[in-house]
């Protein structure tokens, strides 16, 4: 049984357009984390959300937007895709703030 | 504000000892490590807390100095499952993680 699990895979689209990525947990973890790593591999962290609040909310562009309909999913929207939103962004979960996370096999976007 | 690891490769020989890590100038309240080999996703390998004890995963040891402010990962008689990028996360009480830059770690036969 997949743990933490992201869909699509693979996102390849152009720029300007509007795209989703869906994440759901089976843990029965309270907090849930957006994060983008780069071509560089820097892992840094977008939001965060605990029992459907969201906590975290670094600098970024407000093109994303992230959801959670529930605990168990948390989903992220972008508008108007750029060059730069290239990279793999993974979806972790874990009990609470800070516990041990479980990371999504990644959705890897590339804007053409 | 993040961590600082070092080095940032390493090299080593199957059975060969290395050592690696991380460094804040803040701080800490627990360094978290991870592991991610290529092309997937990182994976949790420890916790270190404040006042805590060594922490172990499999040949793989880490310590925790808060004095200094730094975390230090033990890879010991390495295999080459070993292989991967090591990431410290380090926790100053506000909610989130900050991930170091990585030390990548290649052991070859």
Redesign the interface.
Known sequence: DTAVSQTPKYLVTQMGNDKSIKCEQNLGHDTMYWYKQDSKKFLKIMFSYNNKELIINETVPNRFSPKSPDKAHLNLHINSLELGDSAVYFCASSQFINQPQHFGDGTRLSIL | QQPVQSPQAVILREGEDAVINCSSSKAL??V?W?R?KHG?????LM?LLKGGEQMRHEKISASFNEKKQQSSLYLTASQLSYSG?Y?CGT?YGN?????G??NQVVVIP
């Not at chain 2, 909610?95 to 991930?99: G, I, K």
């Open positions: 309240y627990s978290h991870y991610q997937e996703a990182p994976v949790f916790i990028t990431f926790d909610n989130r993680l900050a991930f830059k990585g």
